[in-house]
């Protein structure tokens, strides 16, 4: 299996100055003998994975198994040790760190384990980052309206840090979704929520991925999520 | 959304770490520009003071202490030189402008000068009340003297002897308050002028029977002369100097003296207000890198989102300009406020500081502690801009 190394102006993705253009018809991720590591030691190895749109897939394993390394690297935050990566036909490796950037801005959204919520900015703001931080127009209305969907209509004027555990992971979640990316991957996404709280998170996922065609990569060892994903795939770290 | 809102939330969430890093700021840049006013401040009041006066002839001594005393008033005489002297310089062809000032009395410690009206003309003196004297005995006050004294035209008092307050009350000898002078910024504001011949007067009184008579021609303390040509400036010293008893005494250069006397102290303040900068640049800059690790996680999430690293480069440096721009405002308005405090300081010892009005150095100041801001940013700045956000985030 081979990628294209084209840069991103020429792929079905959103472009660099943020046009978006028509989606080709193959998968939206693949991924072929991936390994990634840190200092020259590879801990992590991913023989094969394909993700069209509108699909979603769990990857499992133990914790410190490495699936947040594999998420860092598929979306081209961390530089991978060996193999190929396609996201909409584009190899995030072959691009300049700023177009990367851009690239994973316009493309991907990304739930973090840790949230990342910016303390001293509201939901509303912390939802709006994202295209600030990719340097679209924010739609003010679009992010009200994904709080509004998320449940959280009633806290958009509420600052990140008066927010529980379970509303800052929807605030993240809409954050991820503001600009309609065609792949999400969320780490961890339902770690430390109560049942209720880990329910309406993966209903809210499974959402996102029917409603917006987005195909969704799940990093989790939560077992309360499998039963929403037909799909799964184990990983074991290399150590 | 915007760069602005970002850094203040940055801001808001550790308003302490910020107001600790404005006032170290504003500690140096106050300390700095306090003193640069103030050294304007005593320039332009020397300068007012000095009212263009060429020369000071007074009474052999220290030609320091002659300006100090006749043309600054604050400190005390050398002596009494004979009016006829006095009178020979005054008609003096070189001479455009001379009047005579005699001290030697007060009045709940605010000057006695016996002289002329022409002595208003060097300030630009007019009144704000009453008249002028005619007569001897009669009294014109400054601005601040009358403040100070609380008296009116109408009103008598009681000169005492000496310079300061507590001296020998010349009882027999009331003076009448005839008028009072408008402020002008300038010695004449905190003195009480009388006629010289009421100076004569006053100590023509035996207050003591076993005072002898006061037998002596007139004398009074200096003769403050403006040349006619600069040619003055080269005959008329000597000449003073050529007759007994008699001093010269140059403002410009016993001023100048002065002004590096005093400069060597402010300029040793100077020093101490640039270290102090320095080293609220260096804190700043250890803050500014401290709070980049702080929020290194958030930076990175605004790559991982998609900005530009130059976005990250802006937001740290727009931080530090800000932090500028608070250090260096605060730092004008306690240079002020310490200027005002040795303005009030030096009121009570006699020394009126005329604090200049708020223009360009000021604003020099504030952009200045920006560009420390911004110099300060950069390093941490430029680590912003590098960093791997996959390692941040990991």
């Known amino acids: ?92 490796a072959t691009l300049k760190p700023a177009e990367r950037d851009r690239f994973r801005g316009l493309n991907i959204g990304f739930v973090f384990q840790n949230l990342n919520l910016i303390a001293g900015l ?15 127009p924010q739609d003010r209305e679009r992010a009200t309206a994904l709080l509004a969907e998320m449940g959280l209509a009633a806290f958009a004027g509420r600052r990140a840090e008066a927010l529980s555990r379970g509303q800052a992971q929807r605030v993240a979640l809409a954050r991820a979704m503001l600009l309609g990316p065609k792949l999400i991957l969320a780490d961890e996404p339902t770690a430390s929520l109560d049942d209720q709280n880990c329910e309406v998170v993966g209903a809210l996922l499974a959402r996102a991925m029917s409603e917006t065609g987005a195909a969704l990569l799940v990093a989790t060892h939560d077992r309360r999520l499998r039963e929403r994903f037909a799909r799964s795939v184990s990983v074991e770290g290399m150590s | ?23 170290t700021l504003s500690l140096g840049a106050s300390v700095v520009l306090g003193l640069v006013l103030l050294e304007r401040a005593v320039e332009t009041r020397f ?44 008609q003096h062809p070189l001479v455009k402008f001379a009047v005579p000032v005699s001290l030697g009395d007060n009045v709940r410690g605010v000057r006695i000068v016996g002289t002329r009206p022409a002595y208003g003309e060097l300030y630009g003196a007019h009144l704000a009340q009453g008249a002028w004297w005619t007569r001897p005995m009669e009294a014109v006050l400054g601005a601040d003297a009358a403040r100070r004294l609380g008296l009116r035209p109408g009103d008598s008092f009681i000169g005492e002897h000496g310079l300061t307050a507590g001296g020998e009350r010349h009882a027999k000898t009331p003076y009448h308050v005839v008028g009072v002078l408008a402020a002008t910024a300038s010695v004449i504001d905190e003195l009480v002028l009388t006629d010289i011949s009421s100076v004569w007067e006053v100590h023509s009184h035996k207050n003591d029977p076993d005072e002898p008579e006061n037998p002596g021609p007139p004398q009074v303390t200096a003769l403050l002369v403006k040349y006619r040509s600069a040619m003055g ?20 250069v016993e001023v100048a003296r002065l002004v590096v006397m005093l400069g060597v102290g ?61 250090g260096g405002v605060l730092g004008v308005v306690l240079s002020r406020i310490l200027l005002w405090g040795i303005a009030t300081a030096g009121r009570e010892s006699g020394m009126r500081l005329a604090p200049p009005p708020l223009g360009t150095l000021e604003l020099l100041a504030v952009g200045l502690a920006m560009a420390l801001g911004l110099l300060a940013a950069l390093p941490p700045a430029l680590r912003a801009r590098f960093m791997d956000p996959g390692r941040e985030l990991a």
Request: neutral net charge; proline residues 6%; contains cysteine.
């Open chain 2, 47 to 90: 300068s007012r003071d000095l009212a263009g006066v060429d020369l000071v002839i007074g009474a052999k001594g220290s030609p320091m202490q002659v300006i100090l005393s006749a043309l600054l008033e604050v400190d005390t005489p050398t002596g009494n030189i004979p009016l006829s002297a006095a009178e020979h310089f005054a």
């Open chain 2, 1 to 23: 959304m915007s760069l602005v809102r970002l850094v203040w939330a940055f801001i808001r969430r550790r308003p302490g770490n910020f107001l600790f890093h404005v006032l």
């Open chain 1, 122 to 136: 509201t939901a509303l703001e912390n939802v709006l980052i994202g295209a600030f931080a990719a340097g679209v």
């Open chain 1, 1 to 92: 299996m081979s990628f294209t190394s084209a840069k991103v102006r020429d792929c079905a993705a959103r472009d660099v100055r943020g046009s978006r253009l028509v989606s080709g018809a193959g998968p939206v991720l693949e991924v072929s003998e991936l390994v990634v590591g840190y200092g020259g030691r590879a801990v992590v190895r991913l023989p094969a994975l394909n993700l069209s749109a509108a699909e979603g897939l769990l990857l499992t394993g133990p914790s410190g198994s490495g699936k947040t390394s594999l998420l860092l690297a598929i979306s081209g935050m961390m530089q991978p040790m060996a193999g190929l990566i396609g996201i909409l036909g584009v190899d995030p």
């Open chain 2, 266 to 326: 402010a300029r040793a303040l100077e020093w101490i207000g640039i270290v102090l900068l320095l080293l609220s640049a260096g804190g700043f800059l250890v803050a500014l890198i401290s709070a980049v690790s702080e929020r290194r996680q958030e930076l990175a999430l605004l790559r991982a989102m998609g900005a530009h690293p130059g976005l990250l480069l802006r937001l740290v440096t727009l931080e530090g300009v800000v932090l500028g721009l608070a």
């Open chain 2, 233 to 252: 400036a080269i005959i008329l010293p000597p000449e003073v100097r050529a007759m007994p008893d008699l001093q010269p005494a140059v403002p410009a």
